[in-house]
T-cell receptor, first 113, second 118 residues
Framework: AQTVTQSQPEMSVQEAETVTLSCTYD???????LFWYKQPPSRQMILVIR??????QNATENRFSVNFQKAAKSFSLKISDSQLGDTAMYFC??????????FGEGTQLTVNP | DAMVIQNPRYQVTQFGKPVTLSCSQT?????MYWYQQKSSQAPKLLFH???????NEADTPDNFQSRRPNTSFCFLDIRSPGLGDAAMYLC?????????????????FGQGTRLTVV
């Protein structure tokens, strides 16, 4: 079984600043994937970034990067140069072989002008 | 271009009246999922298809059924909706690979159908 915990129900940041969203997870698997998904007010969920657990290098996608600490089972998302369009619910998720995506409870991020 | 399309976007149904939600995809993905998402909660997987193989989650109520007549379409049937079934229902697809259909590509989600039960 897998569990994902996001301890920050809501966060806010000023436009152009940097914000970090926290996520911890628990899994008994050795091989798994970690994801951050974004769900804007329009409600369509889209993938922000993906990390393969066997890779030590942290994934980066433009302004989005992760800090993956495998031993601590921590997977935080850093958003640099925040933009108004980043306002959304962010879900951390994990998936292991034979198991489906398991989502955390989400963090509502608001970017203020 | 829309890749995972859910119809309708909003559905109102009467308590106990069967309702069907639909999902279509243009990605030719072999895996399709149905999630239930209640307000301010994480999406909860109801079931998924790997090709034609149906996989039900252990805690999905019998009230929820699904059909996948072909690769492109998948339906969620709620036989007797209760007030507690009011939620957003999300359809997603992925390209499952390997014997277990392990997702190692991203899941693509539709915009969801918001179901209201009156």
């Amino acid at each position: 079984a897998q569990t994902v915990t996001q301890s920050q129900p809501e966060m806010s940041v000023q436009e152009a600043e940097t914000v970090t969203l926290s996520c911890t997870y628990d899994t008994s698997e050795n091989n798994y994937y970690l994801f951050w998904y974004k769900q804007p007010p329009s409600r369509q969920m889209i993938l922000v970034i993906r990390q393969e657990a066997y890779k030590q290098q942290n994934a980066t996608e433009n302004r989005f990067s992760v800090n993956f600490q495998k031993a601590a089972k921590s997977f935080s998302l850093k958003i640099s140069d925040s933009q108004l369009g980043d306002t959304a619910m962010y879900f951390c998720a994990t998936e292991a072989s034979g198991s489906r995506l398991t989502f955390g409870e989400g963090t509502q991020l608001t970017v203020n002008p | 271009d829309a890749m995972v399309i859910q119809n309708p976007r909003y559905q109102v149904t009467q308590f106990g009246k069967p309702v069907t939600l639909s999902c279509s995809q243009t990605l030719n993905h072999n895996v399709m999922y149905w999630y239930q998402q209640k307000s301010s909660q994480a999406p909860k997987l109801l079931f998924h298809y790997y090709d034609k193989d149906f996989n039900n989650e252990a805690d999905t109520p019998d009230n929820f059924q699904s059909r996948r007549p072909n690769t492109s379409f998948c339906f969620l049937d709620i036989r007797s909706p209760g007030l507690g079934d009011a939620a957003m229902y999300l359809c997603a697809t992925s390209r499952g690979v390997g014997m277990t259909g392990w997702l190692n590509t991203e899941a693509f989600f539709g915009q969801g159908t918001r179901l209201t039960v009156v």
